[in-house]
């Protein structure tokens, strides 16, 4: 008698959601519950939530364990130390397993319903689908004309055009997310890097809420630290500034020599000119000391990328399948 034919099972496609956190106490909770509560309503789709805790000293981690001790879906990676919000993402980008991964902040400003129209543009073709912030509420007036300014001089000295207002909220094909895993650059900037492997991407606009608990990872030296990064890791404009202003202090100085000779040579009365000597010698002063600053930033890079280190330390993985034991040849 013949057997029925079985047909073998498809696979679903998985979608692996990053979730980056440092001191997220106050919220995690509230942010896992909503994402399980969007990610239940992605019709024929599994997930992961892969949480990465950055070095938090409050109770993260032991709520890390918890989720994942009451849910199979969510997986732990546990810093040794805080390495960074860009490092941190970039930990979670390497453990995740999906056809493709959602980058979302733990604070809950970048809403998770969101992620329902970035996997209809994923499945419309689109390698990437990123946020684009219509509205931020919860920030001052200066964070947000900072931010505004920040990114539109990023675009203006990039060698490649990145997306106004934007953060590192987005969705990533697989295609993507194996490329960037391919780029070892230390000082990472991945909303640039996103930009620079190009591929199709589509924006979706969002209102970026307020914070729901907690301070922001991002005060104002971090911010500059950050904005130093982007505009470093995908321009030379700075070098290229440089160089400008030494052709300007050259042509000034020309100037001065010129007007010191004639002086010199039309009038029977020389006077020291200290004041314009003193001023002369301030001002290319300053212009030698930043040039090399801004050497010493591209210089710096180099040094580390040269050391060729790891860019985190994962102290405990939860969730995840053991690594195979390793054999030694005989």
């Known amino acids: 008698m013949m057997q029925p034919k079985v ?23 509230e942010t896992h519950r909503r994402l399980i509560e969007v990610l239940q309503r992605l019709p024929g789709m599994s997930y992961e939530v892969i949480y990465i ?32 919000h860009q490092i941190a993402v970039t930990a979670g980008i390497e453990h995740a397993r999906g056809d493709a991964v959602v980058l979302i902040d733990a604070d809950l400003q970048d809403p ?17 689908a990123y946020g684009v912030r219509t509205q931020r509420e919860g920030e001052t007036h200066f964070k947000r004309w900072s931010a505004s300014v920040f990114y539109r001089l990023l675009n203006r000295l990039s060698d490649v055009a990145i997306p106004l207002d934007t953060g590192d909220f987005r969705l990533m094909d697989r295609r993507v997310v ?8 230390r000082d990472r900037f991945v909303r640039g890097m996103v930009s620079w492997v190009g591929f199709r991407q589509a924006a979706v606009g969002y209102r970026r809420a307020a914070r729901l608990a907690g301070e922001s990872k991002y005060p104002f030296w971090k911010m500059v630290r950050f904005a130093t990064d982007g505009i470093l890791s995908f321009s030379q404009t700075p070098l290229r500034i440089a160089i400008w202003m030494g052709f300007a202090v050259s042509a000034l100085s020309l100037l001065g020599i010129a007007y010191a000779v004639m002086m010199r040579l039309l009038t029977s009365i020389w006077v020291p000119g ?6 002369a010698v301030l001002f290319l002063g300053g212009v030698q000391l930043i040039s090399l600053g801004i050497i010493g930033e591209y210089v710096g890079r180099i040094y580390g990328e040269t050391k060729r280190r790891p860019l985190y330390i994962a102290q405990e993985r939860l969730g995840f399948e053991p690594d195979p034991p390793q054999t030694t040849p005989s």
Not at 274 to 279: G, K
Request: glycine share 4%; hydrophobic share 45%; with cysteine.
């Open 53 to 84: 805790d950055d070095g938090s000293r409050d109770a993260t981690a032991q709520i890390m364990r918890e989720l994942q001790s009451t849910d199979a879906n969510v997986r732990g990676v546990l810093l040794s130390r805080n390495f960074g």
């Open 112 to 128: 998770p319903e969101i992620i329902l129209e970035f996997v209809a543009r994923w499945r419309q073709g689109f390698e990437v």
């Open 178 to 185: 194996d490329t960037l895993i391919a780029m070892p650059e």
């Open 7 to 29: 047909m073998p099972l498809t696979k679903l496609p998985l979608l692996s959601v990053v979730v980056p956190c440092h001191n997220e106490e106050p919220v995690l909770r």
């Open 274 to 279: 200290w004041t314009l000597l003193f001023i």
